[in-house]
Structures are given as structure tokens and as C-alpha cells.
């Protein structure tokens, strides 16, 4: 059973950091593109930024030059950190990886996974 579990979430003031991370636990193999959402209220979920198995990444134009997303293969997580936040950062941040695991009698399985998602508030 493949899990995806958020951490770092939390309350700053604008102009702050946050990071969070992203931790995939399981009988993983494999995770290739790695990626972090965020929804705020009564908005559309947004997909901020995204990195593959090599590290190549994207963002959103909103935080370019913000935020930075990183990845570490050998722990399998993912980690985004915020910095000059603003209000409209603040939203529910979820991760989502394309992972490769196997079930317990060895059989590959591919499956795309998204973690509960965690409250990022950006207020003063």
C-alpha cells in the first residue's frame, strides 16, 4: 500500500517561509514526476510546481522566483519551499507522485498518488 503524506504546513506572515515536504512510504520502486497542487477557497486546484526523476521543474508563473521544489530519490520525497508569500499563497497544498510499487507477491504496479493535503495561511 503506497502512502503520500504532506508535513510543514502552517500559519506566517506575509513576506514568509514555509517548506513542506513530501514523504511516499510503501513498497515503492519507483517514482518518476512529482508534483504539488493547491486549492484555495472557492478556487480552482492549481498545479504549482512540478519536478521529474532528474530534477528537471516547472512553476506556475505566480511564484517563479518564490518557491523552489526539490526531490530527494533515495528518501522518495519531495519538498517545496516558500519564500515572499503572500496571501494568495495561502491555500490547501497536496502532493501528487507517479509511483511504482510492487504488491507483495512482486507484481508491478503503476499508479498515480496524492497525499491529504496540508493548510498553508498567509495573514498578518
Known amino acids: 500500500q503506497v502512502q503520500v503524506v504532506e508535513s510543514g504546513g502552517g500559519s506566517v506572515q506575509p513576506g514568509g517561509s514555509l517548506r513542506l515536504s513530501c514523504q511516499a512510504s510503501?513498497?515503492?520502486?519507483?517514482?518518476?514526476?512529482m508534483r504539488w497542487y493547491r486549492q484555495a477557497p472557492a478556487k480552482q486546484r492549481e498545479l504549482v510546481a512540478s519536478?521529474?526523476?532528474?530534477?528537471?521543474?516547472n512553476y506556475v508563473d505566480s511564484v517563479k522566483g518564490r518557491f523552489a521544489i526539490s526531490r530527494d530519490n533515495a528518501k522518495n520525497m519531495m519538498f517545496l519551499q516558500m519564500n515572499r508569500l503572500t496571501p494568495e499563497d495561502a491555500a490547501a497544498y497536496t502532493c501528487n507522485a507517479d509511483i511504482w510499487s510492487e504488491t507483495e507477491n512482486g507484481e508491478p504496479v503503476r499508479g498515480r498518488y496524492w497525499g491529504q493535503g496540508i493548510q498553508v495561511t498567509v495573514s498578518s
Open positions: 519536478i521529474t526523476r532528474e530534477g528537471i521543474t
Open positions: 510503501g513498497r515503492i520502486t519507483r517514482i518518476n514526476d
